[in-house]
């Protein structure tokens, strides 16, 4: 009879991929509980997480729209010297990018002026690249809370609106696509700083920062 030989102990090498995927699994269910635990998906947070998670789990990168605009929207504000009377940034919906009023119109006014016409096309040609073609663009005229009383515009609510129709119409005649496009004005109703002291009196450099352009570009949800 043949002695039986011991069995060697199991490296348990084998089994290690078992470990990996039930990480991986754990994660995904904690992140997708996570989406359907909030009402409204940030989108730029959605992404960078999911980037991380592609790099993390998966060693490979995928594509960050949303970061990618931000980038080269900043970029083209340092190239075309208006980053000081501009900014960039990101909300829940996506990119937001402004531009005090003063660097497209005169006071009072709606007609672009020729200075703006460089920067506006920058913006547009970034826009109408391939990566970004399905993103939508809400153009939003902000006044702040001084009276307006001429013939075109009875209020603020008008040269609000025929400022952000404004830009708007220079996007479509620089082949943006119309379905893409929202003009919407606000007047004085969404300031980003109050327009006067707790006494009632004008902060003029208040006022200056709530006469504003504010171009929204949202990607589709996912």
């Known amino acids: ?14 089994d290690d991929w078992m470990s990996t995927y039930a990480d991986m699994v754990t994660l995904l269910l904690g992140f997708f509980i996570l989406l359907a635990s909030i009402s409204k998906v940030d989108m730029a947070l959605f992404e960078q997480v999911q980037a991380g998670m592609a790099k993390g789990v998966g ?14 929207m900043k970029e083209i504000l340092v190239q075309m010297n208006v980053d000081e009377s501009s900014s960039i940034g990101s909300d829940t ?17 709606a007609d672009l002026r020729q200075e703006a016409a460089p920067i506006l096309r920058r913006v547009a040609d970034t826009l109408n690249a391939d990566i970004y073609k ?3 663009v809400e153009v939003q005229g902000h006044t702040d809370d001084t009276p307006i009383h001429s013939p075109r515009f009875p209020s603020n609510w008008e040269l609000s609106s025929a400022r952000a129709t404004g830009v708007v119409r220079f996007f479509l005649e620089n082949q943006m696509t119309p379905t893409r496009l929202r003009a919407v004005g606000l007047a004085d109703v969404s300031p980003k700083v109050p327009n006067r002291d ?23 949800r996912l």
Do not use: C, H, W, Y
Request: glycine share 8%.
């Open 59 to 72: 060693k490979r990168d995928i594509e960050t729209p949303i970061q990618n605009l931000k980038q080269e």
């Open 1 to 14: 009879m043949i002695p039986r030989q011991p069995k060697k102990p199991s490296s348990g090498g084998e």
């Open 93 to 109: 919906s996506g990119v937001v990018i402004e531009f005090a009023s003063s660097s497209f119109f005169d006071p009072g006014s």
């Open 198 to 220: 707790p006494f009632g009196n004008p902060l003029p450099t208040n006022r200056e920062i709530n006469r504003r352009i504010v171009i929204r570009v949202n990607p589709n």
């Open 134 to 136: 399905n993103f939508q």
